[in-house]
């Protein structure tokens, strides 16, 4: 049997948008148009891309089919409107994006929405790419509505309700200007305000094409203004062959990717009962498959509260046995300052990251290709085995060649209870060092009978015997490997922020420290995400009903436009 999944990156944001009461009086300033049955249509045309549109006379404006709309006077223009600002109410940027199947389909859309879930009020407006419904894979301009829960309603003009009264506009009509990678990048300026006088919820398109309205006869809880709002991407999932589908979502690029690469959502605003235009506030994102699409929102002077959103359904995300949850590729910037989740060291270049954007895991590409065993010449008579995280989870091992603390992986010989960092384990055998003349070769343990003391030359203190060291026989030169060595412009600063390791000379605590500031941190994040997904939950609920219902109401039909 096949089964839709519906999956979904949205913005959500709570919001009272018109409490006011309205008036009931229609616009008077308009005739009076009667019903006339089964007129039918005057002309059909055909758009430039192919489609066949209905030209409809007023007369007969398909709303006078809804049982509610038999003596019903059209309202031909809003009362008022929201100004066009420089910066309109929203913008979404389209995309054509590729979908796997025609019954599948890839949005972005907005959810003007009112009441409980179970006889939810809601309008939505935005493009869809939807073979089944179009006959290509076009994005096209489309609505949406329930006054019910989902129980009855439709796209379009599926159904009698949305009262269209633009002379230039099908709903349903193809976007004529598509954004291209790393190209131009076309916006669809959308509003859906609340008409003041009349209740209505009107939809304005491109800045200035009022495409139509829902009468606000249609609804129990809109009526009284919306309580959320939603902004975002939705695609189906039918996952043929039981994978999941490879449809995208938004330009098919991550969130991450950014400006001409990812699809976004900018200029969010929301519109209240006096026309002021006030910036989204405790909005929240919200992703049913991190993996596959995602979001980042932020907020940029021109740009307003925005957020990217897409990604390409089934892709290359790699797991890595160390971790729960699929991996991918990033690059490194210098000023990232995180730790790899491997070997504890700063993180450069090419790097996988956890898809969940709430796990801090990270790993280099070198320590996520790491072998599982290897043999090392400082430990010549077993194996050591790479082991993921310290058998002792809380606490951190001391690495037996540096001496130094370490919480992520560890070659370890059970045998002898040997561990060693991972980023040890691959110290070069020789190197140049800037305070000695003479290259310096690794040893791996003081070159000095045991009854001897051996001091580091670089900082003067005593170094036991079993520590791995960089040593000119020479010169009887030796330097301790990480602090003194490696790392030498990078001294860990004690109880610092996480960064580099603890000196195994410096006792206990700091080491502990380091680990412990880390884990509490991580719990309150815990305890707040926990909280988060809770809400997600329900609204995972919600929007699975939704797109249940939604799917079923898909039957193709022409295009109308109001003459
Ligand atoms: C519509 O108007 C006619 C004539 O004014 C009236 O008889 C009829 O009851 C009205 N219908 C509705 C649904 O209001
Ligand atoms: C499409 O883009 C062109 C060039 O940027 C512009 O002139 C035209 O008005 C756009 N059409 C629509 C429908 O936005
Ligand atoms: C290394 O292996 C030994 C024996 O299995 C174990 O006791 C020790 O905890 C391991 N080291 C780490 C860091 O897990
Ligand atoms: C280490 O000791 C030597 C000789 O006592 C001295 O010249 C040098 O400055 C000391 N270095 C440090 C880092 O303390
Ligand atoms: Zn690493
Ligand atoms: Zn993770
Ligand atoms: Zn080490």
């Known amino acids: 049997m096949m089964v839709a999944h519906f999956v979904l990156s949205v913005l959500i944001v709570a919001a009272?948008?018109?409490?006011?009461?309205?008036?009931?009086?229609?616009?008077?300033?308009?005739?009076?148009?009667?019903?006339?049955?089964?007129?039918p249509a005057l002309k059909s045309i055909k758009s430039p891309d192919g489609d066949i549109i209905d030209c409809v006379h007023m007369n007969n404006h398909?709303?006078?089919?809804?049982?509610?709309?038999?003596?019903?006077?059209?309202?031909?223009?809003?009362?008022?409107?929201?100004?066009?600002?420089?910066?309109?109410?929203?913008?979404?940027?389209?995309?054509?994006?590729?979908?796997?199947?025609?019954?599948?389909?890839?949005?972005?859309?907005?959810?003007?929405?009112?009441?409980?879930?179970?006889?939810?009020?809601?309008?939505?407006?935005?493009?869809?790419?939807?073979?089944?419904?179009?006959?290509?894979?076009?994005?096209?301009y489309f609505i949406f509505w329930t006054a019910d829960g989902y129980h009855s309603g439709c796209y379009n003009l599926d159904?009698?309700?949305?009262?269209?009264?633009?002379?230039?506009?099908?709903?349903?009509?193809?976007?004529?200007?598509?954004?291209?990678?790393?190209?131009?990048q076309y916006h669809i300026p959308t509003t859906i305000w609340k008409d003041p006088h009349t209740g209505n919820w009107w939809l304005k398109f491109n800045d200035h094409e009022f495409v139509g309205y829902w009468p606000s006869i249609l609804f129990n809880h809109l009526k009284d203004g919306a309580t959320e709002i939603q902004w975002g991407g939705e695609i189906i999932n039918f996952k043929d062959g039981s994978l999941h589908t490879t449809t995208r979502m938004g330009s098919g690029h991550f969130a991450e990717e950014g400006y001409q690469k990812a699809s976004y959502f900018k200029n969010l605003e929301i519109i209240d009962e006096h026309d002021i235009h006030n910036k989204p506030k405790e909005g929240y994102s919200y992703m049913?498959?991190?993996?596959?699409?995602?979001?980042?929102?932020?907020?940029?002077?021109?740009?307003?509260?925005?957020?990217?959103?897409?990604?390409?359904?089934?892709?290359?995300?790699?797991?890595?046995?160390?971790?729960?949850?699929?991996?991918?590729?990033?690059?490194?910037?210098?000023?990232?300052?995180?730790?790899?989740?491997?070997?504890?060291?700063?993180?450069?270049?090419?790097?996988?990251?956890?898809?969940?954007?709430?796990?801090?895991?990270?790993?280099?590409?070198?320590?996520?290709d790491l072998p599982r065993e290897i043999r090392h010449k400082s430990h010549p008579d077993h194996p050591l085995i790479?082991?993921?995280?310290?058998?002792?989870?809380?606490?951190?091992?001391?690495?037996?060649a540096c001496g130094e603390y370490g919480s992520g992986f560890t070659y370890n010989c059970s045998i002898c209870q040997y561990d060693v960092h991972v980023g040890c384990v691959s110290m070069p055998e020789t190197m140049k060092h800037d305070e000695h003349v003479h290259p310096l070769a690794l040893i791996y343990k003081a070159p000095c009978p045991t009854d001897h003391i051996f001091t580091c030359d670089v900082c003067n203190e005593t170094m036991p015997h079993n520590l791995w060291l960089y040593y000119c026989q020479k010169c009887d030169y030796g330097a301790h490997l990480h602090s003194c060595v490696a790392e030498e412009e990078e001294k860990p600063e004690k109880g610092g922020r996480g960064r580099g390791r603890g000196?195994?000379?410096?006792?206990?605590?700091?080491g502990n420290g380091v680990n412990r500031?880390?884990?509490?941190?991580?719990?309150?994040?815990?305890?707040?995400?926990?909280?988060?997904?809770?809400m997600e939950q329900m609204q995972i609920a919600l929007h699975l009903e939704m797109q249940r219902a939604k799917i079923d109401k898909k039957s193709r039909k022409h295009m109308l436009k109001m003459i």
């Open 517 to 534: 500031g880390r884990s509490s941190a991580n719990s309150e994040l815990a305890a707040m995400l926990k909280a988060q997904r809770e």
């Open 288 to 368: 049913t498959q991190e993996s596959c699409y995602n979001i980042r929102s932020g907020y940029a002077k021109i740009w307003g509260v925005y957020f990217y959103y897409g990604g390409p359904g089934r892709n290359q995300n790699l797991r890595h046995p160390s971790h729960n949850h699929p991996l991918r590729g990033h690059k490194a910037q210098v000023e990232d300052e995180i730790i790899c989740s491997g070997c504890d060291l700063d993180l450069i270049g090419a790097y996988f990251k956890c898809t969940k954007s709430e796990c801090d895991y990270f790993l280099h590409k070198s320590c996520f």
């Open 16 to 39: 009272i948008v018109s409490g006011s009461e309205f008036s009931d009086t229609r616009d008077a300033k308009v005739e009076k148009i009667l019903k006339k049955l089964n007129k």
């Open 386 to 400: 790479l082991l993921y995280s310290p058998q002792n989870n809380h606490f951190p091992y001391t690495c037996d």
């Open 62 to 140: 398909p709303i006078y089919d809804h049982p509610f709309f038999k003596n019903y006077t059209i309202q031909m223009k809003p009362s008022s409107y929201p100004k066009v600002r420089p910066n309109p109410s929203e913008r979404k940027v389209s995309w054509s994006p590729y979908v796997q199947t025609p019954k599948e389909f890839s949005l972005a859309q907005m959810w003007v929405m009112a009441g409980p879930f179970s006889e939810v009020n809601s309008v939505e407006a935005g493009w869809q790419v939807y073979q089944d419904r179009y006959g290509d894979d076009n994005p096209r």
């Open 503 to 510: 000196r195994g000379g410096e006792g206990g605590s700091s």
């Open 159 to 184: 159904c009698p309700g949305f009262v269209p009264v633009s002379q230039n506009f099908a709903l349903g009509a193809a976007v004529s200007n598509v954004s291209t990678l790393n190209g131009q």
